[in-house]
């Protein structure tokens, strides 16, 4: 079909797939919370509780949009459009399967990362702007906890565009075709310290959403509901779908440049369209693995303490992934088997 | 320490109200903190907010009136307040109570600290940021709970005790029943210990945080696990023997750190500890009585002042009695642990940090309506 | 042994009352505590002499003698009953710190037959059980007493607590405002007087 027509209606698909996940990863984080928990999580709105987030998106529609009084108008308001919408753009990129992607930029990579910073200027932005203390407490915590977890993420992500030689996500997915330990993970002989280049990328990516143990931002315990105090209704409610697309962008990233994409297991790949749900197919059992296990850990762990967060960040993981960044030169250079 | 608004609040400092609605302070507590950016310069609690005033309502009761007013004020270890009250005025009046209900009262009394600790270790945890030990924890209590409703009635405010006894005897059920509960309790212990205590979030969230040394200790008047775990080892069971727990053999948990992490310890370890106690009562439970023989229907101590201490889940419970010769207290004075145990907070967490000011008061362990009375 | 030994140093803050009511004992205490100011330090005389001397001034007042007052801790859960005018409370706080006692609690009792306000502070020890517990009278229509929350910092809320309830000052107090009833409470409600 004509490209504009195709971009458009995958854009389509995209943000509909964007609005279902930021709906019912809701769902997934209350059902697997509850069975951590002991308890079942949801189960009165439909079967298992599948409309609840239908009926929690009614109830949050429903609820009057009101300013409070002493905040600043225009950031109030500019706030949860700047976490949701960023998050929303990045999905164009993403591979869902060989020719499943809305376009192909030649720095898909670089697109994303430019978008998710801006996710942090809306947190930013809706604390200042709530003119209320808890708020703005809440808000420098995230600044400064985003600044110090994007550079460990961004030097690794160096790393595998040094090793990948090209930041067109699909590509890079392409790179890891055959069998399982041809994805970058098991690619000791690229650089040793693979997988914890994986986990440095996986632990910024929670800390970059500002995910539980990172989740000082809206500490529920000290500051209320950090930034997000005084957001009423859909305010509030479009913040959690730009959090959770933002999770789901972050895994899957991960998923794209260690865990090989699209690319199965085996090296079998059938042709045409079932070619492209096989792909499908692998990519989302990836992602959701990775989402699950991220919320796994936001239900085991309690909360970090803010410096001890920061220390992590630069005391551990940047001089990490800056070791290796390094390694992983000598190797390609030195050890040319590629 | 010193009201706030008599400092100076200059440009660098703002006041932040942990207010009475917070999800971190137990019950309607207010801090009024003078902050530093991050660092809390100075602290203060407001108090009141569920002040229903017992003790004028001791003097306005007659003393058996007033039974039900314990439970009401330490709702987490309801029956350690029915047993200082009603002990006092036993002493007042010179009434002995049977040896089996002492030890009922023990055991009783002793299920009830585990459940409180259980809450609290649940709580606290969740004031940090893990959500999940709270529900394992509630899942062990509510079997406390249970146990403790086919004997007293009721699940959280209990009224059991009365003057010269307990007012129902057990049943083979509920002796049964408490030791599959220990039993089982014993094998979740390690759990916990596995997946929370040595959790590397949860110790550095706890090591060296919030020290209170012995000597604020004692300045303040901190008894219970906050006293216990600044290395001072006093407990009103040890110390000052009640009822029949001289006849048991069971430890004192001490930790000399000081930290938040040493009073963790303590609760944890006294969890264990009152596993025995139990387990000790009930394979000595002698036959007998749970109510004295004569007990006076209208109860009239000689005039004077009486004191009794026992060992509450959060440190010594204090009763006063001041009586007249008549059917009421003239003066019912209720000596708080957690009174005591709070007011050192604002000197403790002077240039702390707000997460770390938290931590602190999750770890004090505080019941609000014990406080406010 | 604890008990002795602060019922002795407690004491010594009696001088200048038994001074006053007995001559030939009060010589004999002077020469026993040969520091003269009745507030500051512990008389180092020897135990026996100042459990002689109690005894004497027992002996030979036949009504409750001013002086620490050992009780029958069965029957009424503290060691020792010491009766104090207001202005030598601090004396005593200052005594039982430097023993290392901590404070319990601090309440009032409104004797309202007799005008008084009776103020009661209970202080216990961690290492040997010794319960003291140390009164006041004041003047009801006056109360008036010097606070102790400069040696015992627990006691701040204490007498905060008193104060609201009973309505004496504490002078000296660095905040007395109301602690448990609302900031603007004008009415103490444990007066026996006090109607809702």
């Known amino acids: ?245 933002n999770i789901v962008i972050g895994c899957a990233l991960s998923v794209i440049l260690f865990l090989g994409g699209w690319q199965s297991p085996i090296p079998f790949h059938p042709a045409g369209f079932l070619g492209v749900i096989w792909g499908l197919f692998w990519f989302l059992i990836k992602l959701y693995a990775l989402i699950f296990t991220v919320i796994w850990i936001r239900w085991t762990f309690p909360r970090t303490q803010f410096y001890q967060l920061l220390n992590l960040s630069w005391k551990v993981l940047i001089p990490i992934s800056l070791f290796n960044l390094i390694l992983t030169a000598l190797q390609i250079k030195i050890f040319p088997w590629l | 320490m010193n009201g706030l608004m008599q400092q100076d609040v200059n440009q660098e400092t703002f006041v932040l109200n942990l207010g009475p609605q917070h999800p971190a302070t137990h019950g309607v507590l207010r801090v009024k903190l003078l902050m530093d950016g991050e660092y809390i310069v100075d602290a203060e609690p407001v108090l009141g907010y569920i002040h229903r005033m017992h003790e004028k309502m001791g003097e306005n009761r007659t003393w058996a009136q007033f039974l039900p007013n314990c439970g009401r004020m330490d709702y987490l270890s309801a029956l350690s307040y029915n047993h200082g009250y009603v002990a006092a005025v036993e002493r007042a009046a010179g009434i002995e109570v049977p040896e089996r209900a002492e030890y009922l009262r023990v055991i009783t009394v002793e299920l009830n600290r585990i459940s409180s600790h259980l809450l609290w270790f649940g709580a606290f945890v969740l004031d940090l940021g893990g959500f999940t030990p709270l529900l394992y924890a509630f899942d062990d209590r509510e079997q406390i709970l249970d146990l403790l409703e086919s004997v007293t009635g009721s699940r959280l405010t209990y009224c059991y005790f009365r003057f010269g006894g307990v007012y129902n005897d057990i049943e083979d059920s509920f002796i049964t029943g408490t030791r599959e509960f220990i039993k089982r309790l014993r094998k979740r212990m390690p759990m916990y210990d596995a997946l929370v205590t040595k959790n590397i979030i949860l110790i550095k969230r706890l090591k060296d945080i919030g020290p209170i040394s012995k000597d604020m200790a004692r300045r303040y008047g901190a008894t219970g696990p906050v006293a216990r775990g600044s290395g001072i080892n006093f407990d009103v069971r040890r110390h000052e023997p009640y009822s029949v727990y001289s006849e048991f053999d069971f430890d004192i948990p001490v930790y000399d750190e000081g930290d938040s992490m040493a009073r963790y310890m303590v609760r944890m370890d006294e969890i264990e500890q009152s596993m025995r106690i139990v387990e000790q009562a009930l394979d000595k439970l002698p036959e007998g009585p749970v109510m004295a023989a004569k007990p006076p229907k209208i109860i009239k101590p000689e005039k004077g002042d009486y004191y009794y201490a026992v060992e509450a889940a959060r440190g010594s419970f204090g009763v006063r009695i001041v009586s007249d010769g008549t059917n009421s207290a003239y003066r019912l004075k209720l000596r708080s642990p957690t009174y005591s145990n709070l007011s050192l907070f604002g000197e403790a967490s002077r240039g702390m940090l707000l997460p770390d000011a938290l931590a602190l008061m999750g770890s004090l362990d505080l019941v609000i309506p014990e406080i406010d009375r | 042994m604890l008990l002795a030994k602060i019922k002795e140093a407690l004491n010594s803050l009696y001088e200048d009352i038994q001074e006053a009511v007995e001559a030939p004992a009060a010589a004999e205490a002077e020469a026993a505590a040969p520091e003269a100011a009745p507030e500051a330090e512990t008389a180092p005389a020897t135990e026996a002499q100042a459990e002689a001397e109690a005894e004497t001034a027992e002996a030979v007042e036949p009504a409750a003698p001013p002086g620490p007052r050992e009780t029958d801790y069965k029957a009424k859960g503290y060691h020792l009953d010491v009766e104090l005018p207001p202005g030598k409370v601090v004396a005593a706080a200052e005594i039982l710190n430097r023993e290392n006692f901590f404070i319990e609690a601090i309440t009032g009792v409104d004797w309202i037959e007799q005008q008084q306000l009776e103020v009661v502070y209970d202080f216990n020890h961690f290492d040997e059980l010794c319960r003291v517990v140390i009164r006041s009278r004041v003047d009801r229509s006056n109360p008036e007493i010097p606070t102790i929350s400069h040696i015992y910092q627990g006691a701040n809320w204490h007498e905060r607590e008193t104060h609201d309830f009973f309505g004496i000052k504490f002078s000296g107090h660095p905040y007395l405002v109301p602690l448990l009833l609302p900031e603007d409470a004008d009415f103490h409600p444990l007066l026996k007087d006090f109607k809702a």
């Open chain 1, 1 to 245: 079909m004509p490209e504009p027509f195709r971009v458009i209606l995958f854009i389509i698909f995209v943000m509909a797939f964007a609005g279902l996940n930021a709906a019912y990863l809701v769902w997934c984080e209350r059902k697997g919370a509850g069975h951590i928990q002991r308890r079942i999580g949801p189960k009165e709105v439909g079967p298992f509780g599948l409309l609840q987030p239908i009926a929690d998106g009614i109830k949050l529609m429903t609820k009057q949009l009101f300013l409070p009084k002493g905040v600043d108008p225009i950031l109030f308001m500019a706030a949860p459009l700047m976490v949701m919408v960023p998050a929303i753009m990045s999905f164009c990129v993403i591979p869902f399967s060989e020719t499943f992607v809305a376009r192909e930029i030649n720095i898909g990579l670089l697109m994303i990362f430019a978008f998710a910073s801006v996710n942090v200027l809306g947190l930013l932005l809706g604390g200042w702007g709530s003119g209320n203390k808890y708020a703005v407490i809440a808000a420098a915590r995230c600044v400064s906890q985003n600044i110090a977890y994007e550079i460990p993420m961004l030097v690794t992500t160096i790393t595998m565009v040094m090793v990948t030689n090209t930041m067109n996500l699909n590509e890079i997915v392409r790179s890891q075709s055959g069998w399982f330990f041809h994805w970058y993970i098991f690619r000791l002989d690229i650089s040793l310290l693979m997988p914890v280049a994986f986990l440095i990328f996986f632990v910024c990516s929670l800390a970059e959403t500002n995910r539980a143990p990172f989740d000082m931002a809206e500490a529920e315990s000290e500051l209320v509901a950090g930034a997000y105090t005084e957001y009423p209704g859909m305010g509030f409610g479009v913040f959690f779908m730009g959090e959770y697309a």
